[in-house]
């Protein structure tokens, strides 16, 4: 046998059409007789919607239909899941709207102008409320709600973990108060979906072409929202431009262009504008974290508290629910923590829904578990990396079971974390930095090192995939992931290509149309490789034992002898001669009716874990508080590695996530709940020209749980640079008494910091949380909301 | 709506006659904004884009001529940056090559943002904007031009023609403070100018006030505190530039706004005054370095 393509950095096979603009996405497809779909939505946080007045933008020309809630009698919108039942959302607002961007209307026209025009036309009454915006303020008790027969804007709460004093017998308690922000999931495409209702003459009622993580969640959703049996819906994704979190399954736009195309019997299609996708696309993050970390003397940690408030948004969008889930069960990280205390308490405000941002809950974790030991390293005098290797699990200990309940698969934190030391020059940085400090330079240097652990795959943990040997001896892949940007027709042909030797441009991708690929979970929680990846293994090793079988037939021999050439073809043991290829295999087959395809669903037993460390190097302006990141390294651990080439892609792209979010992005409201942050020119989304090219590296600790021995790698960027950008800019002010900095780290914030430094009067890091806190532990029901985090899988 | 597409400036001159509330498109990246997010529905526009006149350069007795449609991208040229730096320099760090391709200088004024980025630049050079319309054809300093928050002196049926930059010997500066390198919004912005041959100095400020103006009181404190060669200016007592910096803060009347807070920005223009002030003018005794 030649050696394996598995690997190796195979170069994308989606590319060229991607490059050459061949590739489709919603807004390029031909779909004749559109109508164009314009949403009227609220520019108020909090109102009583006391008419709608359609009439003018009825009477515009080009305008098909308007239609308010009443007029399509929609049930419900469910997002991907429920946080709170009793925070139902209704598809276009009805009594109430409850953020600036809550769609009240939508107008059907013949074009997207005169769509927009019309829109402008609707005279909606709207009596205003006062808004809940800030999530900690949203929970006290005086605060306007969002849900008046809840009774509180309180959507769930919980508390896990320890019951006792977890800080007792530390010798230092260090204690902060870290904002995780809310940020824009900004995906290069927005949202976008075509509905083409009716019989496609293929037995489909409705046909949906939609840019969706999840085409067969979006099928479901529809099914069980609608009471239409799933298998007359076809819902397909053609390419898509990104998603990050922000596109799983059906959104409530979704339910209302299925909605109007069936009203009206004609398709129609609504492409989000950047604008609209900065109030409407749920938003990630959101988190304010109350960390307490008790230690000895020596570093050795003894117990972590934990209090965490997170902010749901309007409808209780479940990104709320993700404190309850991945931040809880990530809550122990990297480290021996004997005991751990959790309580979290979710708010709903008047504020775009919060939903999934790459890593969706996980980096929260990470953040402060990396901020609060580095605070530690600081009150302790030891080095941050002393500190980390002090408290490292160690690989002997794995599989291990955190105090949190959760079950690691493999791993050696200290091996990522000593390579990306090395690879920085860590010593080399630190006498730098020393001399900067005692040159008293302008520029001052900081250094942040962060070591993470996250979870990937860990929902329902199956995935559908199947091999089929076309007549041409080719090969026809199908799975149940969606990739948008990954590069899985490339991954996936490496292992068809390895495991039955056809070449991988004679192998055929087919995903992402629920009526070509009977079941799916679609693609995100990094779960793409190990799962349908696994199973397209699963699958092609079925094919060959069934080749092999053909092959001893035809050849007169026993299955067991029938060997693959090194050329791939099927040949008897030591008669090279003898050798079929797999288009006479494929046609022996055909010949049998029976043709040579497998279908193969993977179930893996649990999550995978992968981990790793991050270096930043930044330099930070004392003067004006502007911080330059120099230098990143990454050293990611996704277990056995496939495909070096799209491993580093990942590794990119998350990075540069992770320091956007660590140094300039943040969504800002007023205390009215405007937006101010609604364009890409208040946004602090950064370019190219602020990010130096990262260093990315790996370890390989495969995980026992699959055959390839992969873990995800889709989050990890995010997760690690985002706490060591953060440590980094405090590091490098460290030595003027500066503690911490809630991110964004901007030049404002870094020199306020600054400037209070040398006057004595940084703020502390500490506040005590708010009285929420008090009755966590007896919350009934919260518990619910809990478990369907568990299973979150984004 | 109705656009009309001019090819001579008489041509946009009738147009604008005939209908004065008629709204002037040059490049449109203010306008389409505008009109995107619903602040303007205009009946009317007035198309610069084939009036290639409105975007001729030209040097006229040490004066440098820009056409008001000249957009950011033509004020990298070499001609330019050579008689006027601080212009190239603002103009480089104007939004991203599609805004630098479209955008103009005759919009940028006309907007009369207090973040323009040539604001600053042009006052402290002491540029005069030249219009023509229903008034007649006439010259306004560029600080009387710049008559509020987003309101210049423009009136319904005027075109800007062109702006007049007198050309000035000596180091130009020009500092941005934002919240990224790329596609940024002016947090504060400082421009500082040296003429040598008149032996004045400019100093115009953006993003710290209702308009972009001049820092005129700090401005005449240094100017008799700079002893002047033929082509270099030094400041013998170095301590002199904190309390420079000082001044040119103190005139700074900034609000707190999702950017930044006032605070910040009056810090902002204080350290941008003294870096300026460094790169353009010697610190110590003239003679040292005189030779
Ligand atoms: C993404 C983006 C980034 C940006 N970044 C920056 C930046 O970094 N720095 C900055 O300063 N600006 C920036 N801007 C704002 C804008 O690009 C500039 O103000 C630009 O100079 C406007 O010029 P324009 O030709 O596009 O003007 P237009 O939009 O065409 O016009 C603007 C105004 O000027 C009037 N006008 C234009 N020409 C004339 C004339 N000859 N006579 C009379 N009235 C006239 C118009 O009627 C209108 O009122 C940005 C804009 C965008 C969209």
């Known amino acids: 046998m030649p050696g394996s393509i598995l690997g190796t950095a195979v170069v994308r096979v989606e590319d060229p059409d991607l490059l050459t603009g061949r590739a489709n996405f919603v807004d390029d497809l031909p779909i004749s007789g559109v109508l164009h779909l314009t949403f009227v939505r609220s520019p108020v946080a909090h109102a009583r919607v006391r008419s709608v007045d359609m009439a003018d933008a009825r009477a515009m020309p080009g305008v098909v239909a308007v239609f308010a809630a009443e007029d399509l009698g929609l049930p419900p919108y469910q997002g991907l899941m429920v946080l709170n039942p009793a925070c139902e959302r209704q598809p276009l607002a009805t009594d109430k709207v409850r953020f600036v961007g809550d769609a009240v209307a939508v107008i059907a026209a013949e074009s997207r102008a005169a769509a927009i025009d019309a829109a402008e036309a609707v005279v909606v009454d709207y009596d205003e409320l006062p808004p809940a915006i800030d999530p900690e303020r949203a929970l006290a008790p005086d605060a306007p709600l969002q849900f008046e027969a809840l009774g509180t804007n309180r959507a769930a709460a919980m508390h896990a973990g320890s019951d006792d004093d977890v800080l007792a017998g530390s010798d230092v308690v260090v204690r902060g108060r870290f904002e995780n922000q809310r940020i824009a999931v900004m995906p290069m495409e927005a949202s976008a979906i075509a509905v083409v209702p009716g019989d496609d003459g293929n037995g489909h009622d409705l046909t949906v072409y939609v840019s969706t993580q999840m085409p067969h969640g979006v099928a479901n959703k529809l099914s069980e929202t609608l009471g239409l049996p799933v298998e007359t819906i076809r819902v397909i994704a053609p390419h898509v431009g990104g998603a990050f979190g922000g596109k799983p399954g059906l959104a409530a736009e979704h339910l209302v262009a299925v909605g109007v195309a069936r009203h009206l019997g004609r398709p129609v299609k609504w492409i989000e504008t950047r604008s609209e996708n900065l109030v409407a696309m749920p938003h990630g993050r959101g988190q304010v974290q109350y960390v307490e970390l008790g230690c000895k003397h020596d570093g050795t940690i003894v117990g972590l508290r934990l209090r965490i408030v997170g902010d749901a948004g309007a409808y209780a969008g479940f990104g709320g629910a993700l404190a309850l889930g991945p931040t809880r069960i990530m809550a122990q990280g990297v480290y021996r923590i004997p005991a751990i205390s959790f309580d979290a308490a979710v708010a709903v405000t008047n504020t775009t829904p919060m939903g999934a941002f790459r890593g969706a809950g996980r980096p929260e974790a ?13 009150e302790l005098d030891i080095d941050p990396v002393d500190m980390r290797r002090r408290n490292f699990l160690q690989p002997s200990d794995f599989p291990f079971t955190t105090v949190v309940g959760t079950t690691y698969d493999s791993g050696d934190y200290e091996a990522a974390l000593n390579e990306a030391l090395r690879h920085a020059g860590y010593d080399e940085l630190r006498a730098e930095q020393r001399q900067r400090r005692m040159r008293g330079d302008r520029w001052q240097l900081g250094i942040g090192v962060s070591a993470y652990v996250e979870v990937t795959a860990g929902g329902a943990g199956s995935e559908f995939a199947s091999v089929t040997i076309d007549t041409d001896g080719g090969a026809t892949i199908r799975v149940g992931t969606s990739a948008h940007g990954q590069g899985h027709a490339t991954s996936f042909a490496m292992i068809v290509a390895d495991r039955l030797g056809i070449a991988m441009d004679q192998v055929r991708f087919v995903q992402s149309d629920t ?14 490789l190990q799962l349908a990846g696994n199973a397209v293994v699963g699958a092609a090793d079925l094919v060959l034992e069934r080749a092999r079988q053909l092959a001893a037939q035809l050849l007169e021999a026993n299955p067991d002898d029938i ?38 669903d993977f179930r893996q037993e649990g999550a995978t874990f992968p981990f790793g460390a991050h270096v930043a190097v930044v330099e930070i302006d004392v003067d004006t508080g502007a911080v330059r990141l120099l230098r990143h390294i990454a050293v990611d651990d996704c277990g056995r590695i496939l495909n070096p080439l799209l491993v580093a892609g990942q590794q990119h792209g998350g990075i540069a996530q992770g320091v956007a979010q660590a140094l300039w992005e943040q969504y800002v409201y007023d205390e009215q709940g405007n937006p101010l942050t609604s364009n890409l020119a208040d946004y602090g989304m950064p370019s190219a020209a602020e990010l130096p090219s990262f260093e990315t590296l790996n370890t390989e600790t495969p995980t026992p749980l699959n055959g390839l021995g992969a873990k995800g790698i889709g989050e990890s960027g995010t997760i690690g640079s985002m706490p060591a950008v953060q440590n980094a800019v405090i590091d490098g002010l460290s030595y003027l008494g ?30 005590e949380p708010p009285p929420v806190f008090n009755s966590t532990r007896d919350t009934a029901g919260a518990g619910v909301a809990a478990e369907a985090a568990d299973d979150i899988d984004i | 709506m109705a656009v009309l597409l001019p090819t001579t400036i008489d041509e ?20 389409m904004v505008d009109v995107n997010e619903g602040r303007r529905r205009p009946e009317h526009v007035v198309c610069l884009r084939r009036v290639e006149t409105l975007r001729a350069r030209s040097v006229e007795n040490g004066t440098l001529v820009l056409g008001a449609a000249t957009t950011y991208t033509e004020l990298l040229e070499p001609e330019i940056a050579a008689v006027a730096p601080a212009i190239t320099d603002a103009a480089r760090t104007v939004g991203s090559p599609q805004i630098r391709n479209a955008g103009t200088i005759g919009g940028n004024l006309a907007t009369a943002s207090p973040a323009g980025d040539t604001l600053p630049v042009l006052l402290a050079l002491g540029a005069s904007v030249e219009i023509d319309g229903p008034a007649g054809r006439r010259r306004i300093a560029l600080q009387d031009f710049l008559v509020g928050p987003k309101r210049s002196a423009l009136e319904p049926g005027d075109l800007m023609i062109a702006v007049r930059i007198p050309i000035r010997r000596g180091p130009q500066e020009y500092l941005k403070v934002g919240t990224r390198n790329a596609m940024v919004i002016a947090v504060a912005s400082l421009a500082l100018v040296v003429d040598l041959d008149a032996r004045t100095v400019g100093i115009g400020l953006g993003s710290v006030g209702p308009t972009a103006f001049l820092a005129a009181a700090a401005a005449e404190w240094l100017t008799p505190r700079l002893v002047w060669a033929d082509d270099r200016v030094s400041l013998p007592q170095a301590a002199d530039a904190a309390t420079f910096a000082g001044l040119v803060a103190a005139a700074a009347q900034p609000i707190d706004d999702h950017r930044s807070t006032a605070r910040y920005r009056t810090h902002a223009i204080e350290v941008m005054a003294s870096r300026a002030l ?12 005189a030779t």
């Open chain 2, 278 to 289: 460094r790169r353009a003018v010697q610190f110590g005794a003239p003679h040292r370095a």
């Open chain 1, 515 to 528: 009526s070509e690929v009977p079941r799916g979970g679609g693609t995100g929680g990094s779960r793409s």
């Open chain 2, 12 to 31: 946009t001159l009738a147009a604008l006659a005939a209908t004065p509330a008629a709204l002037v498109l040059a490049g449109g990246t203010d306008v």
């Open chain 1, 366 to 378: 990470a953040a402060l578990l990396e901020r609060i030991v580095d605070l530690a390293a600081d």
């Open chain 1, 563 to 600: 060997v693959m050439t090194d050329d791939g073809r099927l040949a008897v043991a030591g008669v090279p001669a003898s050798a079929l290829s797999w288009e006479r295999v494929a046609a022996a087959a055909a010949d049998a009716n029976e043709p040579l395809a497998a279908e193969f």
């Open chain 1, 738 to 767: 500066v503690r911490h900095i809630d991110m964004p780290c901007s030049p404002q914030r870094v020199w306020s910091a600054i400037r209070d430094a040398r006057a004595g009067t940084l703020p502390p890091v500490w506040r």
